[in-house]
């Protein structure tokens, strides 16, 4: 499962689009195997794509927090935890915006 296409950014490349939808659906989904380093590496690289497609800082988060919830609707990790009452994609959606913040306070390179 990629990234919802109604979602999906016209400022991202194919590549970065399909890569950041797998890494989000393997997030939400729970899978241990895929490490925190390429969800983490992935968001920077997108991240920067859309910084330097011209989006300002506060449209590059809001465009990744609405790829995480719609990617989160789309494989069934809108329903609450039994441990915390929040929706499972929530936790994926903070990281991704720590991460994305981390990001756009380096420079901006060509």
Do not use: F, Y
């Not at 989904?29 to 895929?34: A, K, L, Q």
Request: aromatic fraction near 0%; charge should be positive; hydrophobic fraction near 40%.
């Amino acid at each position: 499962m990629a990234i919802p296409s109604r979602r999906r950014s016209p400022h991202l490349t194919k590549s970065t689009s399909s890569r950041l939808g797998r890494a989000l659906v393997d997030a939400l989904r729970g899978r241990s195997h895929v490490s925190r380093r390429q969800l983490d590496d992935i968001v920077g690289e997108a991240s920067m794509e859309l910084r330097l497609a011209g989006l300002p800082d506060p449209l590059v988060l809001a465009t990744l927090g609405e790829m995480v919830e719609d990617t989160g609707r789309e494989c069934g990790a809108d329903r609450p935890s039994l441990m915390t009452g929040q929706l499972r994609w929530m936790p994926v959606h903070a990281r991704v915006l720590a991460t994305a913040r981390l990001a756009l306070t380096g420079p901006v390179s060509n």
